[in-house]
């Protein structure tokens, strides 16, 4: 149980593009979901923290504005990489949390490279 | 000082020991502590969970924690090649973000 899908899985683009990256619990609801990005050698970092039916809470130095999230069902979440540059080449990674308490783990996807030309 | 430290290793062992893998914090309020593992180019696995201090075992893996010292441990018996990857350890209050230590890179010799 608590498997998290992430999609795509990779991703090569020119730059200036907007890119979006879907997150969805499969086997459970998940009032809370959390983006991170990931950079090679290093720990996760927290991007953002998404609630089903309001707005996101980013973390300081994350514009929100360029990382756009909305997470309209218990089961979604999306990050949006609005007009992407070569900086923004990472891997991202989402989570989500089970909606029966604030006490319950993280869950992860597999992540998404991606790369902007 | 970090709020989680992990040593980066890498660590390397013979396939069939006993590994120990360790995390010290600095917030005594910390309450839930989980382990994950990554392979590489991967997203994190949910190891061990576990709330408050003890421990806690779940087939070749045991996971501690003991509050009083502000130290976690995790345990990995009969290693395999297949449990080569970076282990994270997090830990977190109710209802706020995870606190990820740096990660351990783990590498089973056969």
């Known amino acids: 149980g608590a498997v998290v899908s992430q999609h795509p899985s990779r991703v090569i683009c020119k730059s200036g593009t907007s890119v979006k990256i879907e997150c969805r619990s499969l086997?459970?609801?998940?009032?809370?979901m959390f983006w991170y990005r990931q950079f090679p050698k290093q720990s996760l970092m927290l991007m953002a923290t998404?609630?089903?039916?309001?707005?996101?809470?980013?973390e300081q130095g994350v514009e929100k504005d360029k990382f756009l999230i909305n997470h309209a069902s218990l089961t979604l979440s999306t990050l949006t990489v609005t007009s992407a540059h070569p900086e923004d080449s990472s891997f991202y990674i989402c989570?989500?949390?089970?909606?029966?308490?604030?006490?319950?783990?993280?869950?992860f996807g597999d992540g998404t490279r991606l790369s902007i030309l | 000082q970090k709020e989680v430290e992990q040593d980066p290793g890498p660590l390397s062992v013979p396939e069939g020991a006993i590994v120990s893998l360790n995390c010290t914090y600095s917030n005594s309020a910390f309450q839930y502590f989980m382990w994950y593992r990554q392979y590489s180019r991967k997203g994190p696995e949910l190891l061990m969970y576990?709330?408050?201090?003890g421990n806690k075992e779940d087939g070749r893996f045991t996971a501690q924690v003991d509050k009083s010292s502000k130290y976690i441990s995790l345990f990995i018996r009969d290693s395999q090649p297949s449990d080569s990857a970076t282990y994270l350890c997090?830990?977190?209050?109710?209802?706020?973000?995870?606190?990820f230590g740096a990660g351990t890179i783990l590498r089973v010799k056969s």
């Open positions: 576990t709330y408050s201090s």
């Open positions: 997090a830990m977190s209050l109710y209802g706020n973000k995870l606190v």
């Open positions: 086997d459970f609801q998940a009032t809370t």
């Open positions: 998404s609630n089903e039916g309001s707005k996101a809470t980013y």
């Open positions: 989570s989500a949390r089970l909606s029966s308490g604030g006490g319950q783990p993280q869950h």
